[in-house]
């Protein structure tokens, strides 16, 4: 059996997957993507966009990956507010307050681009072979493919949720809860200009959010995502007539005339947390330790902080000449990173469930709760900063410097 040595181990297709491997590089060790995709081939037409934070923005800037965004001046959160449906509570976010923009937003396409333009994975780095066995061999995890080869790491790290025999192996048991709502995504024309605003309305079924987009060729663009009820998507988007004609019901005030450029799709809602960051010689990040409400946009932002860290343990291991699982940043993401993480879902879930409540409990309490964010300038501030990338220390990539804790 051939047997290859690596310093890591990915396995993951998506955004998250090649930053990771982007970070080891840069690193200077020696790593394999274990992917499902075609490397290399044009990036997929999502009709998603994506939120980036201004600390998601300085680390894909430092780690050299540019891209073209929107920057956001300013959020607005509206309860009611769309078509007929009169304002009931507003809470505004102004860029003035933090002096630096609210956030960025990008297509995930063209994010895709980016970083592919800046990885350039070759045929040695990657590989499509199933795995069929992974298992502990001393200080290394021997990797056995399908097509018998073996690979030996010093550590593994997955981006994405594990197939069923991974779980077996690593013992994970994923819990998912849905929503029974939907998200809908998809690019829109209007007439007005966003001006860089974004809005977020809290509807009974959902909320649904407009993000600003970079304007092409002299016409105004915004990113679209709906949440609903499940159950009333298909009607929803039954034509693009009809679901043009609904967003101009709705949106029309904010947006002017509106046409969809792209898209819709669609994707079910689920929440997963509680899996464990570290098993077994292997670390879990992004998508493959959790799952949230795109309400906040937060999802990726938080993959980028967990990868954040493990590049700080990177740079430790070497220093130090310590084993990458006993360096302080993975300490710290073990730690740290599931409460800062679990306390943004289990919060985006209560906001959701009460702006779903019809209970006058639930009236009184949403609304005193937009009322003093938007009235105690601490408050506002915290979220802000945690909106741009965590309100505590933050590792040195997401500060925008070059990878290696304050330790070191």
């Given at each position: 059996m051939k047997k290859n040595f690596e310093d890591i181990v990915i396995f993951g297709s998506g955004l998250s997957a090649k930053i990771m491997s982007l970070v080891a590089r840069n690193a200077g060790l020696s790593f394999k993507l274990i992917t499902d995709k075609n490397i290399g081939?044009?990036?997929?037409?999502?009709?998603?966009?994506?939120?980036?934070?201004?600390?998601?923005?300085?680390?894909?800037?430092?780690?050299?990956?540019?891209?073209?965004?929107?920057?956001?001046?300013?959020?607005?959160?509206?309860?009611?507010?769309?078509?007929?449906?009169?304002?009931?509570s507003r809470l505004s976010f102004d860029k003035e307050l933090i002096d630096e923009d609210i956030a960025y937003?990008?297509?995930?396409?063209?994010?895709?681009?980016?970083?592919?333009?800046?990885?350039?994975?070759?045929?040695?780095?990657f590989i499509k072979e199933k795995v069929t066995k992974i298992q502990k061999e001393g200080n290394f995890s021997k990797i056995i493919l399908n097509n018998n080869e073996c690979l030996l790491s010093k550590a593994i790290i997955f981006t994405e949720v594990l197939d069923r025999d991974l779980q077996n192996i690593y013992n994970v048991k994923y819990n998912f809860f849905e929503y029974g709502q939907t998200a809908i995504s998809a690019t829109l024309r209007h007439s007005k200009s966003h001006k860089g605003y974004a809005f977020q309305f809290f509807q009974k079924?959902?909320?649904?959010?407009?993000?600003?987009?970079?304007?092409?060729?002299?016409?105004?663009?915004?990113?679209?995502?709906?949440?609903?009820?499940?159950?009333?998507?298909?009607?929803?988007?039954?034509?693009?007539?009809?679901?043009?004609?609904?967003?101009?019901?709705?949106?029309?005030?904010?947006?002017?005339?509106?046409?969809?450029?792209?898209?819709?799709?669609?994707?079910?809602?689920?929440?997963?947390?509680?899996?464990?960051?570290?098993?077994?010689?292997?670390?879990?990040?992004?998508?493959?330790?959790?799952?949230?409400?795109p309400m906040a946009g937060q999802a990726w932002n938080q993959s980028l902080r967990d990868i954040a860290y493990i590049a700080d343990a990177f740079a430790e291991s070497e220093k130090l000449g310590l084993d990458l699982f006993q360096c302080p940043s993975i300490s710290l993401f073990n730690k740290k990173r599931k409460i800062e993480a679990e306390a943004l879902i289990n919060s985006i879930g209560f906001l959701n469930s009460i702006y779903r409540s019809d209970t006058s409990l639930a009236k009184g309490l949403r609304r005193n709760i937009m009322k003093l964010a938007d009235n105690y300038k601490p408050l506002k501030l915290?979220?802000?900063?945690e909106a741009s990338g965590g309100a505590l220390e933050r590792p040195n990539l997401l500060n925008g410097s070059k990878p290696g804790s304050n330790i070191i």
């Open positions: 081939n044009k990036p997929s037409d999502d009709t998603r966009s994506l939120a980036l934070s201004v600390a998601s923005k300085k680390m894909l800037k430092t780690l050299g990956v540019n891209i073209k965004t929107e920057a956001v001046t300013k959020m607005i959160v509206i309860e009611g507010g769309l078509g007929d449906e009169k304002i009931k937003i990008a297509e995930h396409s063209a994010i895709e681009k980016s970083i592919d333009r800046v990885l350039k994975l070759d045929e040695n780095e079924n959902g909320p649904l959010a407009l993000l600003p987009m970079t304007n092409k060729r002299g016409n105004n663009y915004s990113s679209l995502v709906w949440t609903e009820k499940t159950d009333n998507i298909p009607s929803l988007i039954s034509s693009k007539k009809n679901f043009e004609d609904s967003l101009n019901n709705l949106c029309s005030d904010y947006l002017g005339k509106i046409s969809i450029s792209k898209g819709p799709s669609s994707f079910v809602l689920k929440k997963l947390s509680g899996v464990k960051a570290l098993s077994n010689g292997a670390l879990f990040v992004g998508d493959a330790l959790r799952a949230m409400h915290f979220l802000l900063n």
